[in-house]
């Protein structure tokens, strides 16, 4: 090592670069290509991961900014879902004080807030209550987001363009009509062309106006109990963002755990109503029922 002169360690540095930029080079080449799809295989897509899907647990932190937040900025959560409209979230304080409990049964919702009367309803009737509506939109909007996005519905037209590195798909509701009679898009959604998964989500206004963005990122594998005794995995993502398109608010939910297709208990889902399943337009209960 004495006869170890300058030139030689020139010579292994410049050996060292050009491997390590080998490597980057290497590293680039085993990237996910972009995919090639049509606009009918991504529609089939998204029912695929929606149908995988039939109940899901969780465990969140969600921060809320804006107006009309009716609990802490910080809310430690759960959530239970039941495919076909059935969805519990229930909102923790850092002492494990509770903030509050949403049930959701298709249309029908049931909220308890502490040392509040019971309150019912219908989702529809969400934008109407003062304060809380636009926050629970937006729940529901981001809890949505971590179930699968909702697929195509039949008689929905789409149409699909390429931009860089991701698909744009619009959805076309026959039931949205401008002026003119045309179809107008209701959504908007962005597809990583790698992955295929959708990382956002616009919800339109009747002028083509952004109501509702939905940002999906940090997608983690999950695992997926099969009947056959195995599990195959699914792609979840961890981090959603769900902001209001006026600024009125964003609610940012952080997953630490999802469990997808596990047996719910009757408790944990909870019940929205009576047992006639029935529930009357904005009504009130008294306090624990």
């Keep these: 090592m004495r006869y170890f002169n300058k030139n030689g360690a020139w010579y292994l540095m410049s050996c060292a670069l050009l491997f390590l930029s080998g490597c980057a080079g290497l590293s680039r080449q085993e990237e ?12 089939q897509l ?32 759960a959530m239970f879902y039941r495919r076909a409209g059935g969805l519990r979230l229930k909102g923790f304080n850092q002492v494990g004080g509770q903030l509050f ?80 009679g045309t179809s107008r898009p209701t959504r908007r959604l962005w597809f990583d062309r790698r992955s295929l998964e959708v990382v956002q989500e616009d919800r339109l206004t009747e002028t083509g106006a952004v109501e509702t963005t939905i940002t999906l990122e940090d997608f983690r594998p999950v695992s997926l109990p099969v009947k056959a005794g195995g599990a195959d995995t699914i792609l979840k993502p961890f981090k959603i963002i769900s902001q209001d398109g006026q600024g009125e608010g964003t609610l940012q939910v952080t997953f630490h755990e999802i469990i997808p297709n596990q047996e719910l208990k009757p408790e944990e889902l909870g019940v929205v109503f009576g047992e006639n399943g029935h529930g009357r337009r904005s009504s009130r209960e008294a306090p624990g029922s």
């Design 101 to 180: 409990d949403f049930a959701l049964a298709d249309d029908l919702y049931r909220l308890r807030l502490p040392g509040q009367p019971v309150v019912t309803g219908r989702v529809g009737d969400l934008e109407r209550m003062e304060r809380v509506g636009r926050p629970l939109q937006l729940s529901l909007l981001a809890m949505g987001g971590a179930v699968g996005i909702a697929s195509v519905a039949e008689g929905e037209e789409v149409l699909l363009t390429e931009e860089g590195d991701r698909y744009r798909l619009y959805v076309f509701s026959s039931a949205a009509r401008d002026l003119s």
């Design 46 to 77: 998204l029912r695929e991961r929606e149908e995988a899907i039939q109940t899901m647990k969780g465990l969140f932190r969600a921060q809320v900014k804006g107006p009309g937040i009716f609990f802490a900025q910080r809310v430690e959560g």
């Design 32 to 43: 996910f290509p972009l995919q090639e799809v049509t606009a009918e295989q991504l529609v």
